[in-house]
């Protein structure tokens, strides 16, 4: 009776959820990074240039990914669906992989393309208004891109069945419907970014599953109610 009470406690809950996110956490890091950390530590000497640049390729192609299966997993934490780690994550992660991949692609395009375009025409302000208003432009279809990157991973996790194109429109509409949530989603990742920079303990341990279980709590009762509503 009193290990079924142990069991019950809210102390063990919260240690077995914190566990769990260390887990998710792991799930993404470790394949992301392994092959660079591989390289870096036992053939740094020998790896230059372009090989170096391509012991990043497994993150390129597993990491966002991962998050997304990693944010279907915590949500069903939440609504109390699963409690286990491993095979639920690459189950999701399995479900979702080529439309997250393809989103990869393309968001790292448009990234690639407003860094130049801001770049450019930031260099060459003084040659003529033309390139104040491009900077403006670009500047404010970067905010928009950030927009959609922010909720293009919970689009496709709560609304699986549409394609690219709707996730990109929904995720506009989520965004600035409710600019509070964004801002919040935004400052969240920019956190998680800056305690990861300071804390490398922080990074390896829970920086990405907490970031995803703030994301989901956030922004759970929100997306559930829509998508519930359109089944």
Same mark, same amino acid.
Do not use: Q
């Given at each position: 009776?009193?290990?079924? $009470?142990?069991?019950? /406690?809210?102390?063990? &809950?919260?240690?077995?959820?914190?566990?769990?996110?260390?887990?998710?956490?792991?799930? @993404?890091?470790?394949?992301?990074? !392994?092959?660079?950390? @591989?390289?870096? %530590?036992?053939?740094?000497?020998?790896?230059?240039?372009?090989?170096?640049?391509?012991?990043?390729?497994?993150?390129? !192609?597993?990491?966002?990914?991962?998050?997304?299966?990693?944010?279907?997993?915590?949500?069903?934490?939440?609504? &109390?669906?699963? $409690?286990?780690?491993?095979?639920?994550?690459?189950? /999701?992660? &399995?479900?979702?992989?080529? &439309?997250?991949?393809?989103?990869?692609? %393309?968001?790292?395009?448009?990234?690639?393309?407003?860094?130049?375009?801001?770049?450019?025409?930031?260099?060459?302000?003084?040659?003529?208004?033309?390139? /104040?208003?491009?900077?403006?432009?670009?500047?404010?279809?970067? %905010?928009?891109?950030?927009?959609?990157?922010?909720?293009?991973?919970?689009?496709?996790?709560?609304?699986?069945?549409? $394609?690219?194109?709707?996730?990109?429109?929904?995720?506009?509409?989520?965004?600035?419907?409710?600019?509070?949530?964004?801002?919040?989603?935004?400052?969240?990742?920019?956190?998680?970014?800056?305690?990861?920079?300071?804390?490398?303990?922080?990074?390896?341990?829970?920086?990405?599953?907490?970031?995803?279980?703030? %994301?989901?709590?956030?922004?759970? $009762?929100?997306?559930?109610?829509? /998508?519930?509503?359109?089944?």
């Amino acid at each position: 009776m009193k290990k079924f $009470n142990l069991y019950n /406690s809210k102390i063990f &809950k919260f240690f077995d959820y914190c566990f769990r996110l260390v887990l998710i956490n792991l799930l @993404i890091l470790v394949p992301s990074f !392994l092959l660079f950390y @591989i390289v870096m %530590i036992f053939f740094k000497d020998s790896v230059k240039g372009v090989w170096e640049y391509l012991t990043l390729l497994p993150a390129l !192609l597993y990491m966002y990914p991962a998050i997304c299966a990693g944010i279907d997993l915590i949500k069903k934490f939440e609504l &109390k669906e699963c $409690n286990t780690v491993f095979k639920e994550f690459f189950k /999701s992660l &399995k479900r979702v992989y080529l &439309k997250a991949l393809l989103e990869t692609f %393309i968001i790292l395009i448009f990234v690639v393309l407003f860094f130049f375009s801001i770049r450019h025409f930031y260099l060459h302000l003084g040659d003529g208004i033309i390139n /104040s208003f491009g900077l403006f432009l670009a500047i404010a279809f970067a %905010i928009m891109l950030l927009v959609i990157i922010v909720h293009l991973p919970l689009v496709m996790i709560y609304f699986d069945d549409l $394609n690219i194109k709707h996730y990109v429109k929904l995720s506009l509409i989520f965004g600035f419907k409710d600019l509070g949530l964004t801002l919040l989603l935004t400052f969240f990742v920019i956190a998680t970014l800056f305690l990861s920079y300071l804390f490398s303990f922080y990074l390896v341990l829970i920086a990405f599953s907490l970031l995803i279980y703030l %994301i989901v709590k956030f922004t759970k $009762n929100k997306y559930l109610k829509i /998508s519930e509503r359109n089944k």
